[in-house]
């Protein structure tokens, strides 16, 4: 299972999916043999292992929209003390003056720490959240130095409980402070793919059956959308699309469901995926949407080929 980035909203978005698939079909989404988790699908899927996918998860102990839309922001929005303008220079402004792009913003001071976002890991998941879960779980980050993804959980990546990797995956440029690790910097994993789907083929053996969940891989254009949000959908739809064809072509026998948000979703969602305000209202749309995505033969046939009638078998 592939869980994308896509800001606060995106992660509502991935508790409305889940959350619906398995009310239809009875299946756990930690039954997954794998998850890859990116930026706000990296929470997401800790959340999954951690057995905590649920509304309460989401928004607290809120008994309102308005509380828990505070209840968000003291968990996403803690003050930093603005710094790190060499690290900024070093690693983004300099390395991005050759070839001006969203590269520049990498390493930048930012007004938010990701330490609210640990701590919501750590208080939700307890032990686990100190720790790794023992399911293959990847959470996807960016190195500044090296200036590529690290996949946290393989052995590749520097040993990290799933609080810190959780954080840097979501470590948004320019919002927020890059996380260090092992002595290095790190950002959000969507820096290089809002997906990063192609890692799957490190699986030992194909899988029969690969869920993606992409909120900033929209199938069109929002009406009235702003010009921003066309462009982070295209670049995740077209990484998306690389990887798709690339797990295809290695793994014919392999099903793909890639599911993304509808116009309604896209509503509630956009034109700021980091509103906490728009959190609840996405997550509701979303539920309202996979009502009728599951509806759909192709989508429904296949999840009851794999997810309820293998799962009765077994």
Not at 12 to 25: E, R, V
Not at 28 to 44: K, L, N
Not at 106 to 113: D, F, H, V
Not at 199 to 220: R, T
Request: proline share 7%.
């Amino acid at each position: 299972m592939v869980l994308g980035g896509g800001g606060i909203t995106g992660a509502a978005y991935h508790f409305g999916t889940l959350l619906a698939i398995q009310m239809a079909t009875g299946w756990d989404p930690d039954d997954a043999e794998v998850i890859i988790g990116t930026s706000s699908g990296a929470f997401a899927g800790a959340m999954v292992r951690g057995h905590a996918l649920s509304l309460d998860t989401l928004v607290g102990p809120s008994g309102s929209v308005d509380e828990a839309a505070e209840w968000l922001r003291s968990r996403l929005y803690q003050r930093a003390t603005p710094a790190g303008v060499l690290r900024w220079v070093r690693r983004g402004l300099l390395p991005g003056i050759t070839r001006p792009n969203l590269n520049l913003v990498l390493g930048s001071p930012a007004l938010y720490k990701t330490a609210g976002i640990e701590e919501w890991v750590t208080g939700t998941l307890g032990r686990l959240g100190e720790t790794w879960p023992d399911k293959p779980t990847v959470i996807i980050g960016f190195d500044l130095d090296n200036r590529e993804r690290v996949a946290f959980g393989t052995q590749a990546a520097p040993e990290v409980p799933l609080c810190q990797a959780v954080a840097a995956s979501s470590a948004v440029p320019f919002v927020y402070e890059p996380v260090r690790i092992d002595g290095r910097w790190y950002v959000d994993g969507g820096v290089a793919s809002g997906t990063n789907a192609d890692l799957l083929l490190a699986h030992p053996k194909p899988l029969d059956l690969i869920i993606v969940v992409a909120p900033m891989a929209a199938s069109e254009s929002r009406p009235g959308s702003r010009f921003y949000e066309d462009l982070f959908d295209r670049a995740g739809r077209t990484a998306l699309a690389a990887e798709v064809d690339l797990i295809r072509s290695t793994w014919p026998e392999t099903d793909l469901l890639v599911l993304r948000p509808d116009d309604r979703v896209l509503e509630e969602s956009r034109p700021n995926p980091m509103s906490v305000e728009a959190a609840i209202p996405s997550f509701l749309v979303t539920l309202r949407s996979m009502r009728d995505e599951l509806a759909h033969s192709s989508t429904w046939d296949l999840l009851e080929r794999h997810l309820v009638i293998e799962r009765a078998k077994s």
